[in-house]
Nanobody, 123 residues
Framework: EVQLQAFGGGLVQAGGSLRLSCAIS????????IGWFRQAPGKEREGVSC???????YYTDSVKDRFTISRDNNKNTVNLQMNRLETADTARYSC???WGYGLSIDPTSYDYWGQGTQVTVSS
């Protein structure tokens, strides 16, 4: 089983930055991906970005050139650096784990989820 915990959320003004981290523990297969997802009140969960154990990454269009996903193998964390934040980025952000090849931000393809962290961007 894999345990994940997201942290680093907070309140920031539009145009500002936040760095989210996902701490990962437990057994992980050699081929896996960690995804970041967000859900705003009244909206469906949305895939934001993911990173595979082979280093490949994917971003949804709305965050390209603003968000960067990375891995810190020493700390066993996956980070999401969010720059030039917009009010539309306000949501609860969660990280999740999926086993296997390829990249996906389809939430239904993920096996384990951590509790989220709130990101609020004020205008």
């Amino acid at each position: 089983e894999v345990q994940l915990q997201a942290f680093g959320g907070g309140l920031v003004q539009a145009g500002g930055s936040l760095r989210l981290s996902c701490a990962i523990s437990g057994y992980t297969f050699d081929d896996y991906a960690i995804g970041w997802f967000r859900q705003a009140p009244g909206k469906e969960r949305e895939g934001v970005s993911c990173i595979h154990s082979n280093g490949s990454t994917y971003y949804t269009d709305s965050v390209k050139d603003r968000f960067t996903i990375s891995r810190d193998n020493n700390k066993n964390t996956v980070n999401l650096q969010m720059n030039r934040l917009e009010t539309a980025d306000t949501a609860r952000y969660s990280c999740a784990y999926r086993w296997g090849y390829g990249l996906s931000i389809d939430p239904t393809s993920y096996d384990y989820w951590g509790q989220g962290t709130q990101v609020t961007v004020s205008s």
